[in-house]
């Protein structure tokens, strides 16, 4: 199947600073990609659909000021998490659709956010 | 409005016994149905996926699902377990229907432990 990267797999930040982690299509192109947050023992709510040249659409509830998108390339998107404090600490994932064909989303390996 | 239940927080099988994660769905056209597997601190790994004809579909590691339509379930299955199956199970939907959208709509998990 496809490949995503997601990098880094472990990050841990001060309160304000900002962090960005980066969600690769390895071999395939992507025009959009989904950014899900993940707290422990729960499933996977989506915060945003990244599109590849355009704004990201935002989930009910999700800053888009805090969590910034990018998704300037068919192979890449970033999300960035501004001025972090404690409550963002969490387990953040990306994934993206083949749409060369494939109807299932592949997804990156995660990252830990920490905020201490 | 799309979603997925899997009732079952916790599956407890023994090593070599079958085992059966529950999910059912509700979608408003016709669905595409997937099971995705997260082993601790990682994304999640794409098993099967249900998108049009048999109602048995085969995937990865020996795991099978079936659909149907009549009770909306997609109970994922496996004839022999093994401890390393033990994980966390996402049941997920997405509507088929042209401009239906590319969300995908997970279940709240099921934490399968299989033990010797």
């Known amino acids: 199947g496809a490949v995503v990267s997601q990098h880094p797999s472990r990050v841990i930040c001060k309160s304000g600073t900002s962090v960005k982690i980066e969600c690769r299509s390895l071999?395939?192109?992507?025009?959009?990609m989904f950014w899900y947050r993940q707290f422990p023992k729960q499933s996977l709510m989506l915060m945003a659909t990244?599109?590849?040249?355009?704004?990201?659409?935002?989930e009910q509830g999700v800053e888009k000021d805090k969590f910034l998108i990018n998704h300037a390339s068919l192979t890449l998107s970033t999300l960035t998490v501004t001025s972090a404090h404690p409550e963002d600490s969490s387990f953040y994932i990306c994934?993206?659709?083949?749409?060369?064909?494939?109807?299932?989303?592949?997804f990156g390996q995660g990252t830990r956010l920490t905020v201490v | 409005a799309q979603s997925v239940a899997q009732p079952e927080d916790q599956v407890n099988v023994a090593e070599g016994n079958p085992l059966t994660v529950k999910c059912t769905y509700s979608?408003?056209?016709?669905?595409?149905l997937f099971w995705y597997v997260q082993y601790p601190n990682r994304g999640l790994q794409f098993l099967l996926k249900?998108?049009?004809?048999?109602?048995l579909v085969k995937g990865s590691y020996g795991f099978e699902a079936e659909f149907n339509k009549s009770q909306t379930s997609f109970h994922l299955k496996k004839p022999s377990a093994l401890v390393s199956d033990s994980a966390l199970y996402f049941c997920?939907?997405?509507?088929?229907?042209?401009?239906?959208?590319?969300?995908?709509?997970f279940g709240t998990g099921t934490q399968l432990k299989v033990e010797l």
């Open positions: 994934s993206a659709r083949d749409w060369g064909g494939n109807t299932e989303a592949f």
């Open positions: 071999d395939f192109q992507a025009t959009t």
């Open positions: 990244s599109n590849e040249g355009s704004k990201a659409t935002y």
């Open positions: 979608v408003s056209g016709n669905p595409y």
């Open positions: 249900y998108i049009t004809g048999d109602n």
């Open positions: 997920a939907v997405r509507e088929r229907a042209t401009g239906g959208g590319n969300k995908l709509t």
